[in-house]
């Protein structure tokens, strides 16, 4: 099967309460590890790609890896889809470049210049059968390329404007800030989400798909091996899969993680140059890398409700 666009799959998550997973790849390894979990639990996928991953690995190879992926995986309906693209140009780049969804992220701009650039990039996108995300609402975060606010509360979506947002732009699907962030810092107290923001754009647009960014959980086995051996990230803290699992059955249909296979990485790679400290076979530590991210995406799937659904989204 060729690479998809998310129509199907959001329509299929929205009216059975699951959502799809967005992976961010950044190399081989995390890419074999996410691809052979969907493989295993039969689940739709959504390989997203930032602007940092472009810089970093560059798209010629990170396609090529894609390719591989979606040739060695005819029953996986397969996204390659563009994480926080943060211009017109960068979301036409990527739509000629062959990418099935693109992310126009103009959150950071006033709210007649997020929907200015949105329009442009659906009008663009759409001709070409590529669908659109944008962004309302701020979400917090320390990621390289993406900017973050400190005070998350008072910048969650606004549920009216994300009405008059989606109607002016057309965009297929919306990512809404409810109080989630990017990164392994993501509350200081006990986690708490808007889930009434949710709720009240459902009310006013049912069927409309949302999208939840900064969802990693911030995973209890691979924060303690970080500090275990060598690291220092004591105070991460992520999302309550069971917050994500609600959202799932809400109305989000795309949660993006990304942190956490950072985490599960940089965890196996900490573990293997501690234990072993005479080792230097990167395969020696990116392997245990790659399978540790193998069994959390697994795992995630099933949190996602997405196991089992690559046949009815293809
Ligand atoms: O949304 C942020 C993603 O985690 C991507 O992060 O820009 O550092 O690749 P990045
Ligand atoms: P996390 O940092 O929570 O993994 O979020 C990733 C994300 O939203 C990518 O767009
Ligand atoms: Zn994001």
Do not use: W
């Not at 799809?20 to 590890?33: L, P």
């Not at 404007?161 to 919306?174: M, N, P, R």
């Not at 995973?219 to 970080?226: A, G, N, P, Y």
């Not at 790679?269 to 072993?276: A, D, G, K, L, N």
């Amino acid at each position: 099967m060729a690479l998809v666009n998310t129509k199907k799959m959001f329509e299929m998550a929205y009216s059975n309460g699951y959502a799809v997973g967005a992976f961010n790849v950044n190399n081989m390894e995390i890419t074999q590890g996410i691809v052979s979990a969907v493989a295993e639990e039969k689940a739709p996928l959504i390989l997203q790609i930032s602007r940092g991953a472009r810089k970093y690995a560059s798209m010629s190879y990170l396609r090529a890896i894609i390719d591989v992926a979606v040739e060695e995986n005819p029953d996986i309906p397969i996204v390659m889809h563009l994480d926080h693209g943060d211009t017109f140009e960068t979301c036409k780049q990527c739509v000629d470049d062959g990418f099935t969804s693109v992310m126009i992220d103009g959150s950071h701009q006033s709210f007649e210049d997020n929907i200015k650039v949105t329009r442009k990039v659906v009008d663009y996108a759409h001709d070409r059968g590529v669908v659109v995300e944008a962004e309302l609402g701020q979400l917090g975060g320390i990621e390289e390329d993406v900017v973050g606010v400190e005070d998350v509360a008072a910048h969650l979506t606004d549920p009216d404007q994300a009405i008059e947002f989606i109607e002016k732009t057309g965009v297929d699907s919306l990512a809404v800030a409810i109080g989630t962030s990017h990164g392994a810092y993501k509350f200081k107290t006990a986690p708490t989400l808007a889930f009434d923001v949710i709720e009240k754009i459902q009310e006013k647009v049912p069927g409309y798909p949302l999208v939840m960014h900064g969802s990693s959980s911030v995973l209890k086995e691979f924060k303690d091996l970080i500090n275990k051996y060598g690291g220092a990230m004591p105070d991460a803290m992520g999302v309550p899969e069971e917050a994500i699992s609600k959202a799932a059955k809400m109305g989000i249909c795309k949660v993006n993680i990304d942190t956490d296979l950072r985490m599960a990485l940089t965890a196996k790679i900490r573990q293997v140059y501690s234990e072993t400290p005479a080792e230097f076979d990167p395969r020696k530590y990116l392997g245990p890398g790659r399978e540790a991210i193998k069994q959390m995406v697994k795992h995630k799937l099933h949190i996602l409700g997405c196991a089992g659904k690559a046949a009815e989204c293809a």
